[in-house]
């Protein structure tokens, strides 16, 4: 009998399968990046009929609007499969995110999965994911490179690893929490879980918007369940952190903290 893989998924119950999944992508500058990232997502629908895509691009300059733009149609035939959301500038990672995830599920999404255009993370976890969320019942499944079987990319080097650990290791002990990889963005979202939290009111804007989110779940009550992922590093393009971007994700946590201490 052959072995199953990460690449090679065991069917999912038909009741699953047909569940409403929306992956949210935010783009700026992906045009190098978008067209195999969508063909990879599209891929998917073989196994989730339920799952479409929507493209949020911050007015790239390099194009990437237009090429989802025409990538939607191609994928479109006879089905809304693909969608893109225009935004007007470069507003931050997390209000790109926000806008999508609203958008998702205003248009009737069950399930939101968070997703980078740059290749990072594995859309072979998307059904397993998908799976663990439904079975149950968790708030949020996050794809975890710290748990047990997750890994980095080999391109990341000690420094980085280091950098990485330490700062879920600072958020966590700020907010008191066990989750494993509170910063990492390869997110399943259950509807009901981002009406509670009101997408409206998340504060940030750039990466700490990941543990913004998760510790809003947690505070109101949603279960998080972690499944180990490889983490790949970006092959086409450029990392979109500058100092303001790490500058917010040092002091959000203790922003969180308080907020929370004062509502005790």
């Not at 929507?54 to 090429?67: A, F, R």
């Not at 968790?138 to 700062?167: C, E, I, K, Q, T």
């Not at 879980?193 to 990466?207: E, H, K, N, P, Q």
Request: charged share 20%.
């Amino acid at each position: 009998m052959p072995t199953k893989t990460a690449e090679s998924p065991a069917p999912l119950p038909t009741a699953w399968a047909d569940t409403a999944l929306t992956v949210v992508m935010p783009t700026y500058n992906e045009a190098g990046n978008l067209p195999r990232m969508t063909e990879t997502v599209m891929a998917l629908t073989e196994q989730l009929p339920g799952l479409n895509l929507l493209v949020v691009d911050d007015s790239s300059p390099d194009g990437t609007g237009e090429i989802a733009e025409s990538l939607s149609e191609r994928y479109n035939d006879g089905r809304v499969r693909m969608r893109v959301l225009h935004r007007t500038g470069k507003d931050g990672l997390g209000r790109a995110y926000a806008a999508g995830m609203g958008q998702a599920v205003e248009n009737g999404a069950q399930y939101v999965l968070q997703m980078d255009a740059d290749g990072s993370h594995p859309a072979g976890k998307v059904s397993e994911m998908l799976g663990v969320a439904l079975s149950t019942g968790a708030g949020v499944v996050v794809g975890s490179r710290y748990v047990p079987g997750g890994s980095l990319s080999d391109a990341w080097g000690v420094h980085r690893r280091l950098l990485s650990r330490w700062a879920n290791a600072y958020v966590s002990t700020i907010l008191g929490t066990r989750v494993r990889d509170l910063t990492g963005g390869f997110n399943l979202w259950r509807a009901e879980t981002l009406r509670a939290i009101d997408l409206a009111s998340v504060g940030s804007a750039g990466y700490s918007f990941q543990v913004e989110m998760k510790y809003a779940a947690l505070r109101r009550g949603f279960g998080v369940r972690e499944v180990p992922i490889h983490f790949e590093d970006r092959t086409v393009g450029e990392s979109k952190m500058d100092f303001a971007v790490q500058l917010e994700s040092l002091t959000m946590p203790w922003k969180l903290r308080a907020a929370a201490c004062a509502k005790r």
